[in-house]
T-cell receptor, first 116, second 112 residues
Framework: DAGVIQSPRHEVTEMGQEVTLRCKPISGHDYLFWYRQTMMRGLELLIYFNNNVPIDDSGMPEDRFSAKMPNASFSTLKIQPSEPRDSAVYFC??????????????FGPGTRLTVT | DAKTTQPPSMDCAEGRAANLPCNHSTISGNEYVYWYRQIHSQGPQYIIHGLKNNETNEMASLIITEDRKSSTLILPHATLRDTAVYYC?????????????FGPGTSLSVIP
């Protein structure tokens, strides 16, 4: 299995531009998570999906952020318009669900976003 | 929701056992303890998890105290590649739609 795939790996954009980050979860996993990591705030959960349905988006910082999961093998995180404070590493993770509800998350390599 | 407390940093000599502590004094009876690590510039990596019994896999051992208020992750023979930030996590929420919240973790430095 190739693991969780994210693209692009690096993105540099100017303030005000739209940014789309992409994720392909591990086949067969029911959950998909988007995280953001910065030096100041650490690793923050933004949103997660179960069977393609958004379950909790309380971590999404503001309306400029949106996430979709049109099918079980693809998700996007969009920032429109982007701002310099959005600069961070964005991770996607997927997870199966165990028989007792315990599960582990498998993370992708991340997308390093720089907004100038 | 249960919170965890970890020392911010630790050193360990290469080849020796690394013992990483975690306090989770408010853990509930149905909450699991998870450990992840993040090597520089990579995504976090799942290591191990447990409920109340000690667990061991090819990467590490997890020792959970009888009262479940604390645990220790043991890397039996630390190598330089084990230098990473280690996160101790307790599941939050009361439904099957649980999410994992990462704290600041412990930065482990394995020294030659």
């Amino acid at each position: 299995d190739a693991g969780v795939i994210q693209s692009p790996r690096h993105e540099v954009t100017e303030m005000g531009q739209e940014v789309t980050l992409r994720c392909k979860p591990i086949s067969g996993h029911d959950y998909l998570f988007w995280y953001r990591q910065t030096m100041m705030r650490g690793l923050e959960l933004l949103i997660y999906f179960n069977n393609n349905v958004p379950i909790d988006d309380s971590g999404m910082p503001e309306d400029r952020f949106s996430a979709k999961m049109p099918n079980a093998s693809f998700s996007t995180l969009k920032i429109q318009p982007s701002e310099p404070r959005d600069s961070a590493v964005y991770f996607c993770a997927s997870s199966p669900i165990g028989g007792t509800g315990a599960y582990e998350q498998y993370f992708g390599p991340g997308t390093r976003l720089t907004v100038t | 929701d249960a919170k965890t407390t970890q020392p911010p940093s630790m050193d360990c000599a290469e080849g020796r056992a690394a013992n990483l502590p975690c306090n989770h004094s408010t853990i509930s009876g149905n909450e699991y303890v998870y450990w992840y690590r993040q090597i520089h510039s990579q995504g976090p990596q799942y290591i191990i998890h447990g409920l109340k019994n000690n667990e061991t896999n090819e990467m590490a051992s997890l020792i959970i105290t009888e009262d479940r208020k604390s645990s220790t992750l043991i890397l039996p023979h630390a190598t330089l590649r084990d230098t990473a930030v280690y996160y101790c996590i307790v599941r939050v929420g009361k439904t099957s739609y649980d999410k994992v919240i990462f704290g600041p973790g412990t930065s482990l430095s394995v020294i030659p």
